[in-house]
């Protein structure tokens, strides 16, 4: 015992004498220690909602307010701690203790079950929830609360999101509803459901093409003009708000759904907007998912030390606030693997794929990481099973398609690799969407045409990636291909323009080295090698020589497996 505190024994012994009590007498009992905590711990009653909230529940009767009263302010109070199962356990005494209390307002309730549905999407990844936001709607909807109705279409779209389950007609249903009773609103709530609504019009649309339904893969595919143009007003509203939450919101939706190959200056504008904005006044969920935006533009963009910088950041917010975050983990795997630390990306990879698995985002990432580190590795066609049933179970990518067309290359297989290109590239490569997927696509179908000396396309495919011959090609912040300057060079030296394909593979070095991509550095030396042997003026043969027996040396220190035995075929044919 120690000066204000008496401890059983053993728990037993509590739990006899506790149950020898007679009803009437454990309620009295539990309301008048309620009472006397609350006369003594005015002034730090905050540290005691917890224990009010179950004295008072025990008490039941005309305590049932107290209870509801206790229960939510406990809620609330370990959410800011980031203690989520606690706090759904004093939401769900609330919800318990209003069933038998007259007193309870329907909007208290709702708020009570959106508080919840936010604390179970963090236990459990968002399924848990739905069941529970679909009662909070239809009870705002009963109440004629356009904030409560707003409130809960906004936090259903949030969390279906990322639940591999086709609601996007009901998510955009609620959201539609909800912009009607918002209609004209000068409001940070109306930012907010403009914003969401793009992410569920992108994801019916994903539906019906048969690309995605949930995570952030509804952004590939082509752009409905009215949902960009609501994005836009969106940021406007906010702006003229002058709101900072809202102005994140509306950057990060702005980003998300006008992500193509020709803006990335703007969208390195809009995701630092709103990091910087969200920083002074925003949740850490959400700067946390502001700060995995910001990594995607960086990594197009081969700014490596403020894509570390910022995944540094992203970590210590995910281990302060116990949130499930997988962007910092993701973009780690993709440097590994263009660093060339091929085994540790592959276990990083694994790894990765276990500990977020129910992520609609991650189950396809973890694909699109195997993919690349076997290419790297060289062992991209034992995978030829498992990529015709991806290719068959997402008919509206084309990036999958066309990383088939370079598996086949690599397999020998040239007439299935010249069919997928061609059915790519036709009519001024149209079928490739400009979305966030198109530098990769058109990426790996320029490696393909390398790959086979595939002739045809080669013209019009550098037509369309000379402008981004700076950029990286990738895939959001999940992998790499690194410089597209590399597969322009591939390209032009397919056309015998000898003096350009020089160019953009000194280019090509020169960006990787920077970025320390010494994996596609390495690949870089292998096409500029073979580039050099083709053209075999005076000098070439011994540049050829140095950069094959780098890119060897590399590729059989690091398992690169095709770039080993492209570069000792190649310097044997010199022998």
Known sequence: ????????????????????????????????????????????????????????????????????????????RARELFAWEEAAGHYQR?????????????????????????????????????????????LARLTGSTD????????????????????????????????????????????????????????????RSGSAIAGF?????????????????????????GDDEAIAVACDGLHSYAWMPDNLEERLDLTERACAAGSRRGSVQQLQNWLSARMAPLLEAGDIPRLRTTADELVALVERSRLRNWGAAAVQIALEAAEGQLTLADASSTRWASDYSGEPDVAVGSVAQLAIIRHL????????????????????????????????????????????????????????????????????????????????????????????????????????????????????ALLERWDEAEQHFEMALAANERMGFHAWTAWTRLNYGEMLLRRNRPGDRERAVALLSDALAFGTQSGMGKVQRDSERLLSIMN
């Not at 919800?95 to 236990?123: G, P």
């Open 377 to 492: 590795q060289g062992r991209f066609p034992e995978l030829e099973p498992l990529w015709r049933a991806v290719v068959g179970r997402f008919p509206g990518v084309p990036v999958y398609s066309a990383a088939f067309a370079l598996l086949h290359a690599h397999n020998g297989n040239d007439a299935a690799a010249t069919s997928i290109i061609d059915d790519l590239v036709t009519d001024g490569l149209s079928r490739i969407p400009r979305d966030f997927l198109w530098k990769a696509t058109t990426n790996l179908l320029a490696d393909a045409c390398g790959e086979i000396e595939y002739l045809p396309p080669a013209q019009s495919l550098y037509d369309a990636l000379l402008p981004y011959a700076s950029h990286n090609a990738t895939i959001a912040w999940l992998m790499t291909y690194g410089s597209m300057a590399r597969t322009l060079g591939r390209l032009v």
């Open 1 to 76: 015992r120690d000066r204000n505190t008496y401890v059983f024994t053993h728990a037993l012994i509590r739990a006899t004498l506790y149950d020898e009590l007679s009803t009437p007498r454990r309620i009295q009992l539990h309301r008048r220690v309620a009472e006397a905590l609350e006369s003594l711990y005015a002034d730090s009653i905050d540290d005691l909602l917890g224990v009010l909230a179950a004295h008072y529940m025990a008490s039941t009767g005309n305590t049932a307010g107290k209870a509801v009263e206790y229960s939510i302010r406990a809620g609330d």
């Open 94 to 138: 609330a919800l318990e203790a209003m069933d038998v209390t007259d007193a309870t307002r329907d909007e208290e309730r709702c708020r009570v079950l959106l508080s919840l549905a936010k604390c179970q999407a963090v236990q459990s990844g968002g399924a848990e929830s739905i069941p529970t936001l679909r009662d909070a709607a239809a």
């Open 217 to 241: 893969s509804v952004f590939a595919g082509p752009k409905d003009p009215a949902v960009l143009a609501q994005s836009r007003e969106a940021l406007a509203l906010a702006e003229r708000l």
């Open 148 to 207: 409560l109705f707003a409130d809960a279409a906004i936090a259903f779209e949030q969390l279906a999101h990322h639940v591999e389950q086709d609601m996007s007609d009901e998510r955009l249903s609620l959201l539609d509803e909800a912009d009607r009773i918002l209609e004209g609103a000068e409001t940070v709530q109306r930012v907010h459901v403009l914003c969401w609504r793009a992410r569920a019009a992108a994801a019916v649309a994903g539906a």
